[in-house]
């Protein structure tokens, strides 16, 4: 590991910035064709369920998450990397093939083993290569380049289908995938003790799924991640509703993720130096108040506020949850406790998406409901941050 003047381990070492460029190639790839696929499934005569189009894919992340975790922690943390690129590859080249509802969605089911396995290896690794001290801004500089990624996807897919048409798009999400594949192929092993792959591995008992060290943050993030499943399912209609184009209708996930990027090098280094609980407070009100921004837009500047708003909150959020996880985690159960965190995000996203979804029922006036509940239950989450630690922490005494 390189070393700075003063001793400190540095965190810029080639496979900290490889890591992080796959990182970004990753989420450029499966979240270009996210803004396109609720006008693809209303095509097909399936509007009612757009809440599926998100909720479904984080239903299979979720129930992958123990199999990475288990995998990342004994054959290592690349091949688990490598295995969910690789899902994205293979899936941009089936969505254009597909021509019923129900493959739509069963295609949505199977995408989701692509976040089941490689953040999870993602943040396994940089765990493996980072000093404890400066675990937030890692994971924050981490974030920056997935970010940025999220901000490019939903910004050019709906650009490429507008000029050469929707498939066009799910091959490009496909080639940014397999680039992804091929920076992880070239990067060293962080795991010592690896095992070679076996079927009796993927045989997971209950005490094997969940890391009860880590219930704290994965309590708080299954509780505002509720309200990035309803953005990310409502927010393209309010968009088109309050007079973008098709083509601009990803503009309020590249306003929110260019707004997060800066806010997470700061939230990271912040929750190092101040601590974890301060920096998270902060956050879920941030959330709130986004969340009642959304539910009250009305006009393509509060749409912008709102987006820049939500942006500062995750991005002080998500960096601060990884690190304050990795804490808790013992270093040989490491990926349990990562997917188990995962496995927390994946249920608020995607009850997030679903309930927000079946509350919206494609009713623009209903939205405002939706984001109402989303700001309750992260307020929930502050108070949790606030009156709730000492209860949990004796629960998670009990259970290990």
Same mark, same amino acid.
């Given at each position: 590991?390189?070393?700075?003047?003063?001793?400190?381990?540095?965190?810029?070492?080639?496979?900290?910035?490889? +890591?992080?460029?796959?990182?970004?190639?990753?989420?450029?790839?499966?979240?270009?064709?996210?803004?396109?696929?609720?006008?693809?499934?209303?095509? +097909?005569?399936?509007?009612? &369920?757009?809440?599926?189009?998100?909720?479904?894919?984080?239903?299979?992340?979720?129930?992958?998450?123990?199999?990475?975790?288990?995998?990342?922690?004994?054959?290592?943390?690349?091949?688990?990397?490598?295995?969910?690129?690789?899902?994205?590859?293979?899936?941009?080249?089936?969505?254009?093939?597909?021509?019923?509802?129900?493959?739509?969605?069963?295609?949505?089911? @199977?995408?989701?083993?692509?976040?089941?396995? !490689?953040?999870?290896?993602?943040?396994?690794?940089?765990?493996?290569?980072?000093?404890?001290?400066?675990?937030?801004?890692?994971?924050? &500089?981490?974030?920056?380049?997935?970010? =940025?990624?999220?901000?490019?996807?939903?910004?050019?897919?709906?650009?490429?289908?507008?000029?050469?048409? @929707?498939?066009?798009?799910?091959?490009?999400?496909?080639?940014?995938?397999?680039?992804?594949? *091929?920076?992880?192929?070239?990067? !060293?092993?962080?795991?010592?003790?690896?095992?070679?792959?076996?079927?009796? @591995?993927? /045989?997971?008992?209950?005490?094997?799924? #969940?890391?009860?060290?880590?219930?704290?943050?994965?309590?708080?993030?299954?509780?505002?991640?509720?309200?990035?499943?309803?953005?990310?399912?409502?927010?393209?209609?309010?968009?088109?509703?309050?007079?973008?184009?098709?083509?601009? /209708?990803?503009?309020?996930?590249?306003?929110?993720?260019?707004?997060?990027?800066?806010?997470?090098? +700061?939230?990271? /280094?912040?929750?190092?130096?101040?601590?974890?609980?301060?920096?998270?407070?902060?956050?879920? =009100?941030?959330?709130?108040?986004?969340?009642?921004? #959304?539910?009250?837009?009305?006009?393509?500047?509060? @749409?912008?506020?709102?987006?820049?708003?939500?942006?500062?909150?995750?991005?002080?959020?998500?960096?601060?949850?990884?690190?304050?996880? *990795?804490?808790?985690?013992?270093?040989?159960?490491?990926?349990?406790?990562?997917?188990?965190?995962?496995?927390?995000?994946?249920?608020? #996203?995607?009850?997030?998406?679903?309930?927000?979804?079946?509350?919206?029922?494609?009713?623009?006036?209903?939205?405002?409901?939706?984001?109402?509940?989303?700001?309750?239950?992260?307020?929930?989450?502050?108070?949790?941050?606030?009156?709730?630690?000492?209860?949990? !922490?004796?629960?998670? !005494?009990?259970?290990?």
């Amino acid at each position: 590991m390189l070393k700075r003047k003063t001793g400190t381990p540095s965190i810029y070492t080639l496979q900290f910035f490889l +890591l992080c460029l796959s990182s970004f190639l990753f989420f450029g790839s499966f979240n270009m064709i996210v803004p396109d696929l609720y006008d693809y499934i209303t095509s +097909l005569g399936g509007g009612e &369920y757009k809440g599926l189009i998100i909720s479904l894919f984080t239903v299979t992340a979720g129930l992958s998450r123990p199999f990475s975790g288990r995998l990342s922690d004994t054959i290592g943390r690349i091949p688990v990397m490598i295995f969910g690129a690789g899902v994205c590859f293979v899936m941009g080249f089936l969505y254009p093939i597909v021509s019923t509802v129900w493959a739509l969605l069963l295609l949505r089911f @199977l995408h989701g083993f692509s976040t089941g396995f !490689k953040p999870t290896g993602t943040s396994a690794y940089i765990a493996d290569i980072v000093p404890s001290t400066r675990r937030g801004e890692a994971m924050g &500089y981490s974030g920056f380049f997935g970010s =940025l990624g999220m901000a490019a996807g939903p910004s050019i897919g709906p650009k490429i289908t507008a000029a050469y048409g @929707l498939d066009m798009t799910f091959y490009t999400s496909s080639v940014a995938a397999i680039l992804s594949v *091929i920076i992880l192929a070239g990067m !060293k092993e962080t795991l010592q003790e690896k095992v070679k792959f076996h079927p009796r @591995l993927l /045989k997971i008992k209950w005490n094997e799924v #969940i890391e009860p060290r880590v219930f704290n943050p994965s309590l708080l993030f299954l509780l505002t991640a509720f309200s990035f499943g309803a953005v990310l399912t409502l927010v393209p209609d309010l968009t088109i509703q309050l007079g973008y184009d098709q083509g601009e /209708k990803g503009i309020f996930f590249t306003v929110f993720v260019i707004s997060s990027l800066a806010i997470r090098l +700061l939230a990271g /280094k912040a929750s190092d130096k101040y601590g974890r609980i301060i920096v998270l407070k902060i956050a879920a =009100l941030a959330i709130v108040v986004s969340d009642v921004l #959304i539910a009250y837009t009305h006009t393509q500047t509060m @749409l912008m506020v709102s987006a820049v708003m939500f942006g500062v909150a995750v991005g002080m959020n998500t960096p601060t949850i990884y690190a304050w996880t *990795i804490d808790l985690s013992l270093d040989h159960l490491r990926g349990k406790g990562l997917a188990t965190m995962y496995i927390a995000l994946e249920i608020g #996203i995607g009850s997030g998406a679903l309930i927000a979804g079946w509350i919206y029922a494609n009713h623009i006036e209903n939205l405002r409901e939706a984001f109402l509940l989303c700001a309750a239950l992260s307020f929930i989450g502050f108070l949790f941050l606030t009156f709730g630690l000492n209860w949990s !922490k004796r629960f998670v !005494k009990s259970t290990v």
